[in-house]
């Protein structure tokens, strides 16, 4: 079955960087464009980037380009969050979550939290 | 950037009401609208694609309407287990962004 496990979460000081995992199982990996959705303490989704399936070309929210780089390693099937110059307003759980034939997210991760605080 | 506006952003009713919620995107997205729903504690669900396409499994009192700046998406008889909040999401030319969210809950 289909499994997204994210790992990396935690505590960090602001300006600090992170770097998100998600370990992809139970589908050609390499087939999928994959997304980063966050959601901050009970606040609604924000979608944060996605990675076409091939790595070809990423795409960014406005209050994340520059900061943060989407990457996958599709011989791992496993795809990344690097988080750089954190700020107070990127705490929130990080979902990975697979596109559907450009129609949606038909699987996501169980969610991985940062907090950035100092 | 197209912005999307969910109302309402609460919502309180009873067993076997009907509840709609609206999604206005900003400019012309066609049907390229998705619908999920939120349980507490739990990961967002996939409910409805491109506007009005069920997902397998999603019971039939979900519905889903609209295309190009208006979308519905309609529980024709509200059930207990239906106590979530709902996002709508613009699924075409990033950033794809969600609606703030609808908070359902019971009387």
């Known amino acids: 079955q289909v499994q997204l496990v994210e790992s990396g979460g935690g505590v960090v000081q602001p300006g600090r960087s992170l770097r998100l995992s998600c370990a992809a199982s139970g589908f050609r990996f390499r087939t999928y464009g994959m997304h980063w959705v966050r959601q901050a303490p009970g606040q609604g989704l924000e979608w944060v980037a996605l990675i076409q399936n091939d790595g070809s070309k990423e795409y960014y929210a406005d209050s994340v380009r520059g900061r943060f780089t989407i990457s996958r390693d599709n011989s791992r099937d496993t795809l990344y969050l690097e988080m750089n110059s954190l700020r107070a307003e990127d705490t929130a759980v990080y979902y990975c979550?697979?596109?559907?034939?450009?129609?949606?997210?038909?699987?996501w991760g169980q969610g991985a939290l940062v907090t950035v605080s100092s | 950037d197209i912005q999307m506006t969910q109302s309402p952003s609460s919502l309180s009713a009873s067993v076997g009401d009907r509840i709609t919620i609206t999604c206005r995107a900003s400019q012309d997205i066609r049907n390229n609208l998705v619908w999920y729903q939120q349980k507490p504690g739990k990961v967002p669900k996939l409910l409805i694609d491109?506007?009005?396409t069920l997902q397998s499994g999603v019971p039939s009192r979900f519905s889903g309407s609209g295309s190009g700046t208006d979308f519905t998406l309609t529980i024709s008889s509200l059930q207990p287990e239906d106590v979530a909040t709902y996002y709508c999401q613009k699924y075409v030319s990033a950033p794809l962004t969600f609606g703030q969210g609808t908070r359902l809950e019971l009387k």
């Open positions: 979550a697979k596109d559907w034939n450009d129609r949606g997210y038909d699987y």
């Open positions: 491109t506007a009005s």
